[in-house]
């Protein structure tokens, strides 16, 4: 897979954060930035998927959305 080098700036809170989370995990910083960026694509397909699909059949009920909560895996805090 072809790569493309990047500089990006951020917030140091944020890079201490991210760095010491490649750490924990044994990665480099740049694989665990592509890996939240993967990640944070991936919801955002899926949250559009959600929004074109209550354009279509109406909004979710709040059962619905509840019972979707409960059955939703929960995401590690950023912050561990």
Do not use: F, H, Y
């Not at 990006?8 to 991210?18: D, F, G, M, Y």
């Not at 699909?53 to 959305?65: C, F, M």
């Not at 509840?66 to 929960?74: C, F, N, R, V, Y």
């Amino acid at each position: 897979m072809a790569v493309r080098k990047l500089s990006v700036a951020l917030e140091e809170p944020i890079a201490r954060a991210a760095r010491e989370a490649a750490t924990r995990r044994g990665m480099s910083l740049s694989a665990w930035l592509t890996e939240a960026s993967s990640t944070a694509l991936a919801v955002e397909d899926g949250l559009a998927a959600v929004a074109e699909w209550e354009s279509e059949a109406g909004s979710l009920a709040p059962q619905e959305l509840a019972a979707a909560d409960a059955e939703a895996p929960q995401a590690p805090s950023a912050c561990n």
